[in-house]
T-cell receptor
Framework: GAGVSQSPSNKVTEKGKDVELRCDPI?????LYWYRQRLGQGLEFLIY????????KSGLPSDRFSAERTGESVSTLTIQRTQQEDSAVYLC??????????FGNGTRLTVT | DAKTTQPTSMDCAEGRAANLPCNHS???????VYWYRQIHSQGPQYIIH???NNETNEMASLIITEDRKSSTLILPHATLRDTAVYYC????????????FGKGNQVVVIP
């Protein structure tokens, strides 16, 4: 498994509950990105990590969304008090500086 | 904030070369042209990138015009598995290296 791994692959949750989405990047990749893709839409940037720091959080849609990265490795995207409009595929990507991004296959989140 | 323009969709014949155009007239000198594709229910897959010279790898060729205002991705022998949404993206080498995805070009390979 040399690629980007995301878990769970599917998540169904009730409106108002909190969810955590996990991303395991390619080993050694210093940069990590989260994107969101709503059904039939393009990719929407959420947040970018360089190491464990997040110099660009500009895409987080509200303060219900947060993300962290530890050990320059695993990252967790947390959505609090989920709403139906949060339903989407959440994609994670990693890269070395200046190199192409490698994406996982995403977590499909459904808020009922 | 995508800075590229692509057709919304196009069909290509199986076994023929597929030429996918992209306009990026406002590209800056430090920006590369990247191509990704997304097959249904998968994450985007990197294809190729270039600065100003033409590039070729095992998947495709990238032809960039001399003024760098447009480029063409060439799939030399399209197969049914090449059916996907293709994204042309400009991205600076340094600084925040996020990719700004537009709506892409839905390419359908016809048997």
């Amino acid at each position: 498994g040399a690629g980007v791994s995301q878990s769970p692959s599917n998540k169904v949750t009730e409106k108002g509950k909190d969810v955590e989405l996990r991303c395991d990047p390619i080993s050694g990749h210093t940069a990590l990105y989260w994107y969101r893709q709503r059904l039939g839409q393009g990719l929407e940037f959420l947040i970018y990590f360089q190491g464990n720091s997040a110099p660009d959080k500009s895409g987080l849609p509200s303060d219900r969304f947060s993300a962290e990265r530890t050990g320059e490795s695993v990252s967790t995207l947390t959505i609090q008090r989920t709403q139906q409009e949060d339903s989407a595929v959440y994609l994670c990507a990693s890269s070395l500086a200046g190199s192409p991004l490698h994406f996982g296959n995403g977590t499909r989140l459904t808020v009922t | 904030d995508a800075k590229t323009t692509q057709p919304t969709s196009m069909d290509c014949a199986e076994g023929r070369a597929a030429n996918l155009p992209c306009n990026h007239s406002t590209i800056s000198g430090n920006e590369y042209v990247y191509w990704y594709r997304q097959i249904h229910s998968q994450g985007p897959q990197y294809i190729i990138h270039g600065l100003k010279n033409n590039e070729t790898n095992e998947m495709a060729s990238l032809i960039i015009t001399e003024d760098r205002k447009s480029s063409t991705l060439i799939l030399p022998h399209a197969t049914l598995r090449d059916t996907a949404v293709y994204y042309c993206i400009v991205r600076p080498y340094y600084g925040n290296n996020r990719l700004a995805f537009g709506k892409g070009n839905q390419v359908v390979v016809i048997p």
